[in-house]
């Protein structure tokens, strides 16, 4: 038995019967307890795991209703709220938090009968894009553990990745599903903003990030679209995708699709392999017939500052409601007066968190708005208007997801400004609530690089279908762990 | 001469539910911290559900106030932290980006002058805090959240008003209009509350916090206008500042300075999108607000002959027009109209009376019938409204029970006025004298037979015998 498979092809061994939830589930358990001391994907592990896979192989053997994932293991990243085990943000500060109920996309994958297998490690609060920031150590990029495996959803790409489970869900805020999926060559889609619901997922910048599905083709992530996508009463923000079946007409084909190159993300700072593994790409699409033409986006230069400005802004809020009052950690409170009280109990924040702090409470400040965030929301709405006029003349966008490969621990750390600007290809999908994916397409001196497509609002399924037909052009070698 | 300016915020009682999830609206009736749920108490995750129905009443608020109303309405966070606020932000209205809360630029007229309202919006409620003993020596302070999250309207009044006298009368006005359109319950702890702001000739602003209730304000108004006139006076500089109401020694003490304010740093709410009102929108509403004070007052006075400050007593108390509109008919208006404004009121002025009354509009058109019928006498009606109140028994139940019907029979009316006229033998000599004291006879008769002789036999018989007319 191989835990080596796709959830496609997990749905068809356990029908055929060749395979039990629980034979598969015990397996996945097995493994994560074998590598994942040195990788680092989980921060907790589902101890009932077992025991719902023998009640799910009881109704399969019982000929009972059983939902379309079949027991399948799917991870989740720690701030997404899974009812009744911890859910901590890679935080200090919520290190016991207990949630009392489901994220909307979670109770949605449970009554489709997957099993919850753990929850994964990210930097805290989704706030990074290596793990590093984790309160609780980082994970390590399976391909070579010396190597950042990205984030912030970096523990559920690594599960994914090196198949601790069949798929994760991640967040994306400004490559965050993205960014860890190149970098652990694994699928990542950033949905439309509002096509899953954010009832659940804690917030870090609201107004631009999605939760998104981190698989390990581009079939399992439109199978994972279909149960979680679509419009929830316990989100405003959703929109009503009338029950779009992303899995049919998948290999449809981008034959006379138009893609437009992005000037700003294809050329300046990137890295040679990089580069060439995306003229690559161009010519496979090409050669399947799609038209490629260069699109210029002049505000993308200014993307990542505005991107920084409104996420701080909008964390500082976010993350306002951790005083410790209600729900934390441990603190004995007697004898401070309130604002003391609070400066002292949010000290749990980490580094980078409490940076964000910082910058949120000064950009949006009286005297500042008009410098900083204002003007951040008008860059927003004008890559907006570019990204719209673009989309105008092509079906999709194409860039590498990140311009540079995987880097090793510690080598950026220390200079966020330079963390900052691998975020340059993956926030303007975000900044402008557009869908984009990012597909594993070489390994390169053994690291991976991933490819990333961009389309308009509400194309989540040409993008998929655009992403299946780039996928197959590759056999891409299974990760060394 | 003063400048005053107030902050009303009002409390949408009569909806179900809170302003972004489902607990309950009134949050009066559970024990502390039980009332809850992620979304009031801000659990991480936990988005706010908007409350359309809140919208929907606002709506109808800014347009009892003549506010004009914009195409759509956004929500902004007020960040601060507070020990009462979940998320350490309020979901409130703001106006950045254009004109985005629920009205603006209305007014109401108060005795000819006019009161500008310079904006409505919509907001959450924070949760209470509970003090051992005064808040300054509170050794333990307590939250509950069971109000966290309870729909809030903020009405703004321009600096319009001269004198404390105005802000009571804008209040009183105010205070009926929520009553009549069925959005609040003034008489629910804490559903209204407001803050006022001061200034006087040669002076700078002056905000006052903390009034519990609108008589406070009034004083507060005042001991504020007399401080800074005082200093005025002295040629001392009045600065603009923040000032809490002192409850217990009824005065206003600093609470902080201009520059000091919070800087709320105000942006977007995300998590709600922006509502557009269109004109379906608003018609819907005109069609559901119920007839305003003003035309119902009208009304009485024009079609039942109902005097002005009778129909004014009965149009803006939303209980009593309830139960006068559902009483009466073109016949018995007038009579019904009497019997709420002089009998009812000393019996149902409060809202706990209200609350365990028995009547309903059927005693109302039963008792007033009688009157009219010559059945009972007024001062009997007056009797047997105060049985209906207290236990909800009909007219003829009580009639029977407590003997309070008519006496009309011409002997036994004539058998009182004996007695009276042998007892009264100084009256009678005077009215001899003086025919129009009659009535004081009349009260006599009446007294006699417990109110129960008809008035104007006993009348016709006793002008009869004393042979005057």
Request: proline share 4%; hydrophobic share 35%.
């Amino acid at each position: 038995m191989t835990l080596r498979i796709s959830a496609k092809k997990y749905i068809e061994e356990i029908q055929n019967g060749n395979l039990t939830v629980e034979e598969f589930i015990a397996k996945t358990i097995e493994r994560i307890q074998k590598i994942d001391s040195n990788l680092h994907a989980y921060l907790e592990i589902n101890e009932h795991a077992v025991e719902q896979a023998r009640l799910i192989d009881k109704k399969i053997k019982a000929k009972e209703k059983v939902g379309a994932c079949m027991g399948m293991p799917i991870s989740i990243k720690d701030n997404i709220c899974v009812k009744g085990t911890k859910t901590t943000c890679a935080s200090k500060m919520l290190e016991d938090y207990i949630s009392p109920y489901d994220a909307t996309a979670v109770s949605k994958l449970k009554l489709e009968d997957s099993i919850i297998i753990g929850k994964t490690n990210l930097d805290e609060f989704a706030m990074g894009l290596t793990t590093e920031f984790s309160a609780f150590g980082p994970s390590k990029n399976p391909w070579n553990t010396e190597y950042v495996p990205g984030g912030s959803s970096g523990g559920s790409a690594v599960a994914v990745s090196s198949f601790e489970c069949i798929a994760s869900l991640g967040s994306d805020t400004g490559g965050s599903v993205r960014n860890p999926a190149s970098f652990c060559s694994a699928v990542g889609l950033k949905p439309t903003y509002g096509l899953i619901s954010r009832s659940g997922l804690i917030s870090y910048s609201n107004s631009i990030e999605q939760i998104g599905p981190i698989t390990r083709t581009v079939e399992d992530t439109a199978f994972l679209l279909n149960i979680i996508a679509g419009i929830d009463p316990h989100d405003n923000t959703t929109i009503d995708n009338h029950n779009e079946n992303y899995l049919n007409d998948i290999d449809y084909g981008v034959e006379g699709k138009k893609i437009g190159i992005i000037k700003e993300m294809t050329q300046e700072g990137v890295d040679k392999q990089v580069s060439a593994a995306t003229n690559k790409a161009i010519s496979k699409l090409e050669g399947l017939g799609a038209i490629f033409e260069e699109i210029s986006l002049d505000m993308v230069e200014y993307s990542v500052a505005a991107y920084y400005t409104i996420t701080a802004t909008e964390a500082g809020s976010n993350l306002a409601r951790y005083d410790n009052l209600r729900y934390g950690y441990d603190f004995d409170s007697e004898g401070y007066e309130f604002n003391s009280y609070i400066s002292k109990a949010r000290k749990k924040f980490g580094p980078e968190v409490t940076r964000r702090m910082i910058l949120g409470g000064f950009v949006p400040s009286a005297g500042h708005v008009g410098k900083y965030f204002l003007k951040a929301m008008k860059v927003k709405s004008k890559l907006t208007a570019e990204v719209n006029e673009a989309l105008k003349k092509v079906d999709m966008l194409i860039s590498p997801t990140v311009p540079i490969l995987p880097f090793r621990f510690g080598e950026k750390i220390d200079d966020p400004i330079a963390l900052f600007l691998v975020d340059i290809n993956t926030v303007t999908a975000n900044l402008t609530e557009k869908p984009a994916i990012s597909i594993p397409f070489e390994i390169s001196g053994g690291l991976p690089i991933g490819i990333q497509l961009l389309g308009n609002s509400m194309q989540d399924k040409m993008l998929l279908q655009a992403a299946y037909a780039l996928q197959n052009t590759v056999k891409l070698p299974e990760v060394p762990v | 001469m003063a400048k005053i300016g107030l902050e009303i915020h009002c409390q949408l009682t009569n909806l179900e539910s809170k302003l972004f999830c489902s607990c309950k609206a009134n949050y009066r009736e559970f024990s502390p911290n039980s009332n809850i749920c992620p979304i009031c108490v801000g659990l991480p995750g936990s988005l706010p559900m908007l409350n359309k129905k809140a919208v929907e009443k606002a709506t109808m608020i800014s347009m009892a106030l003549n506010c004009k109303t914009p195409e759509k309405i956004a929500f902004f966070r007020k960040n601060y932290f507070y020990p009462d606020l979940p998320k350490n932000f309020q979901i409130t209205q703001f106006d950045a980006y254009g004109t985005t809360s629920i009205g603006h630029d209305g007014k109401i007229s108060i005795e000819g002058k006019d009161i500008r309202i310079k904006r409505i919006q919509i907001e959450e409620d924070p949760g209470r805090l509970i003090y051992e003993g005064s808040s300054e020596k509170t050794q333990i302070t307590l939250v509950d959240y069971n109000r966290a999250g309870t729909p809030l309207v903020e009405i703004v009044t321009e600096p319009d008003f001269d004198n404390p006298k105005q802000v009571r009368l804008f209040l009183n006005i105010l205070v009926d209009l929520l009553e009549n359109l069925g959005v609040s319950d003034p008489t629910l702890e804490g559903a209204l509350r407001a803050d006022g702001n001061v200034s006087v000739e040669g002076g700078n602003k002056v905000e006052i916090k903390n009034v519990t209730s609108f008589h406070d304000l009034e004083k507060a108004i005042h001991f504020e206008i007399t401080r800074q006139q005082s200093l005025v006076d002295r040629n001392i500089a009045v600065i603009s500042e923040t000032r809490q109401w002192d409850d217990r020694r009824k005065i206003t003490i600093s609470a902080r300075k201009k520059e000091e304010e919070q800087d709320y740093r105000y942006f977007l709410e995300g998590d709600i999108p922006w509502i557009k009102l269109n004109s379906e929108h608003f018609e819907k509403l005109r069609k559901k607000m119920p007839e305003n004070i003003a035309s119902k007052r009208e009304r009485y006075v024009e079609k039942y002959g109902i005097t002005y400050q009778v129909a004014d007593v009965l149009s803006s108390d939303k209980y009593y027009a309830d139960l006068f509109e559902k009483s009466h008919n073109e016949k018995n208006a007038k009579e019904i109209a009497n019997i709420i404004t002089t009998d009812l009121m000393g019996l149902v002025d409060t809202r706990e009376k209200r609350d365990i009354s028995k009547l309903t509009h059927h005693h109302l058109t039963e008792l007033a019938n009688a009157i009219i019928a010559n059945k009972i006498s007024r001062s009997s009606a007056k009797i047997a409204l105060q049985e209906m109140v207290r236990t909800g028994k009909s007219l003829i139940e009580i009639i029977s029970e407590q003997d309070l019907d008519n006496v009309s029979d011409e002997s036994m009316i004539s058998s009182f006025i004996e007695d009276v006229l042998n007892e009264e033998t100084d009256a009678v000599k005077e009215v001899k004298e003086k025919p129009e004291t009659v009535n004081f006879l009349v009260g006599k008769v009446m007294k006699k037979s417990k109110g129960k002789a008809d008035p104007s036999i006993t009348l016709k018989i006793l002008k009869k015998k004393l042979e005057i007319s």
